[in-house]
């Protein structure tokens, strides 16, 4: 791979500026010398590593990342071989960083020797779109599933109940037990039937919804319910538009977020902070379920806690149907959650480590002239 400096020092044009054009590239490059410090970043790796250029080259890539980080060890086969190395998957952990799936091509410069470029590919938005389709595929094999339980589940579980009822009433005191058991428990499978019902393929109705309105509504409910024992904080932008969704829909899936971090904490201390964050950022562009039309998802909605963290075996499974490490769950709530932000249109991603969970929902929002939704 060739690298966007060496691309550049081919161009001959006295007038361009090599710094602008490398500022404008979309991926973040840095460039460091023998010693493996920073002398230049473009504007992507700025925010890509949240410092800026005049902070960045009082710094060494040690000061960022720990020694025995696989970056090093990158590095110095690009110094050694002086060719273009790949490494893919890493993690840039540190107390200031914190940027797994990170993709890093790393080039000598020419005539610069020691000098070493690397970019920074971060492709979790990739794989954020990746699961999510898998996400999506999961909400239909339960939707299926659902039609056919409410058509051949449901009518029999009522002549069963019903014929319980019967006998409980006609048995000897003995039985009546086994009679009011089978009762009970008719009623709890009817009772999981209904909650797959949800997952069945109903149109939405949207609107202009006031995302904060909604935040607050289930701040509320929270409040006095599941967290009542958590603090919650707001870190709100107040400047967003309305969301293009449907308001109970939204709702039921930030509540359902909220409780399951109110749960975790509950869990693993009793003590702890759930803070909802709204922003507007320019997010990834993605279909609407059965239209071709493509909808920008710049207003991001996280949920966040400190608690234990989701376990690591898990959270490549986190949104698929019965998936759970609640021993009583039933391991449909965020694969609900799934479905309704993909039936908006929409984009979810979780990042999680003990002490800081983060659900981001990514949503569309109406266009301010026309009321329609934002297509780009």
Known sequence: MTSPLALVRRVRTPALDHAAMMGAVPVPVVLLDPANRFRYANQAAEQ?????????VQLSLADLVPQDSPLFRLIEQVRRAEATIADHDLTLESPRLHKPGIVVH??????????????????????ALDRQLTFRGAARTVTGMAAVLAHEVKNPLSGIRGAAQLL???????????????????????????????????????????????????????????????????????????????????????????????????????????????AYQHGVRLAIPGSPVRVHLPLAVTVRDDGPGIPEDIRPHLFEPFVTSKPSGSG?????????????????????????????????????????????
Not at 352 to 373: C, I, K, Q, W, Y
């Open 48 to 56: 890509f590593l949240g410092i800026s250029l005049p902070q960045l």
């Open 106 to 127: 790393g080039t000598t410069v020419p005539d610069e020797p020691g000098m070493v470029l690397l970019t920074l590919h971060d492709v979790s938005a990739a794989r």
């Open 168 to 278: 409980e009433g006609s048995v000897a005191e003995t039985d009546r037990e086994l009679a009011v058991l089978i009762r009970d428990e008719a009623d709890r499978i009817r009772g999981l039937v209904d909650r797959m019902d949800v997952f069945g393929e109903k149109p939405i109705e949207r609107r202009a919804v006031n995302i904060h309105r909604v935040l607050e509504h289930v701040k509320r409910l929270a409040g006095s319910g599941v967290a009542a024992h958590l603090r919650i904080t707001e870190l709100y932008d107040p400047s967003l538009p309305p969301v293009w969704g449907n308001r109970d829909q939204l709702v039921q899936v930030v509540l359902n977020l909220v409780k399951n971090a109110a749960e975790a904490i509950t869990g693993d201390s009793g003590r702890g902070e759930i803070t909802l964050v709204t």
């Open 332 to 376: 449909l709530g965020l694969a609900l959650v799934a479905k309704i932000i993909g039936d908006h249109g929409g984009l979810i991603e979780v990042d999680s480590r003990p002490g800081r969970t983060e659900f981001r929902l990514f949503l569309p929002v109406l266009a301010e002239d026309s009321g329609e939704v934002e297509i780009i």
